[in-house]
């Protein structure tokens, strides 16, 4: 037999310089090592990817020393770099370095420029002044950096905006808006110290908000977030404060899948679930127009826990509706009172997972004339109008005979929409031996025999 060709060289350069842009840099510059070809096609790779995980300081002087080894190589090639990424365990040490390296980033015009630090203590890079001018940047994500007091900021080109770990104040939420005449995207992952997320005058079009930093106690304010140009609205992650949203009119996607810790002292507790109830009730005033709502377990806990049978409020314009909740009787009278205010939907999504937090105390009441698990139709309140529209349910995680009210559930949604088309069930099965559970064929023969009420309906299971 001939000796197979290396078809991976033979590949055009671009198409090796792409394949090159998903791997560390270091891992990079060792291909030097496979062949002459790769001798030097490293040096134009666009795309710098420095990743580095031990904290021991002896491994990160190396590493440093690596990246300044390489980017001067790269200078003196005069390189076209488009990205640079960074991620290492910060020292205060290395503050002259990274500052090195951002300015090259912005001597070399890079659009899109990954600070993701983790750091101990005290150990904060401080971003340059410079960075805060650069007309070049795209894209950014910054990990626990400190902003420098500055007066303004010209980001011409910049798209896309995450911080994570950081302090961000109301003054630079301003600035930034102001200063970034093309951002449509804003993510800020666990950041603290702003009390008002004012966009109005920007073009940002999706605002995710994942948590707040100083989570720990309870914030005595209200967190204000005013954003007319939003379209898309993601609101997750730990909270201590209530939240306020105004001005949301253009709003067609929201995402409430966030959760709140539970008072210690009963004096704190006293007024807290009301204070739930009421933030949601205002929040979902500002939302009735939106089509597409996701709920997560907190959001429908507490609207388990109204004390009337109908919720006082609709989402008259909600078409698509996402339920992240296991099928639970800890759950099922606000899984039904969310329904109940939907009645104009056409795809219902359930993801049957549990919440990805523990709650402290459960604070829903005894509801027995919602949602019982006897042999008698289930969903008994909804009103015969609901669901004429539904034609699609889509279920995520279904895990068959596990507490059996999840069965029933969906066999009472199977009569109630009457015009229903077609039932997805992502079956998650626990077991892929050949021993056969008479439990999934019980679950299969109980759907389908209602299938005939929806006769239009078409069920299918798609086992994962």
Known sequence: MGVASDRFSSLPEPVLLHILSFLPFDDVV????????????????????????????????????????????????????????????FKRCFTSDVTVWVLFAITHKVKELNLVFKNDGDDVYKLPKRIFCDSFLEKVNWVACKFEKIEVVRWDSLRELRIGSMEFKDDMVRKIVVGSPCLELLELDICWGFKRLDLVGGKVSKLVVNGYGEAKMLMDFDLEIEAPSVKVLELKGCFRMNIQLKNAMNCVEVKLDFHFKIPKEDEERNNFYQQQRHMLMDMFASLRHVKDVMLGTWCIEVMASWGMAYLPFSMTSCECLTLHTPIQERYLAGIVRVLQSSFNLRTLIIHMAPPYFEFETCFIPAVNDVYSVGGRFQLSMLSKDWGLHLKKIRICGFEGMRSGQEVLFLRDLLLICANLEMMIIEWKSGHHSSIHDASDDFVTESLLNVRRRSKNAVILFKML
């Open 30 to 89: 060792r291909t030097t090592l496979l062949c002459n070809q790769y001798k030097t096609l490293w040096s134009f790779s666009n795309t710098l990817n420095f990743i580095h995980r031990p904290k021991d300081f002896i491994s990160l002087r190396k590493f440093v020393s690596f990246v300044d080894k390489s980017l001067i190589s790269l200078h003196c090639n005069n390189s076209n770099v488009s990205k640079i990424h960074l991620d290492f365990p």
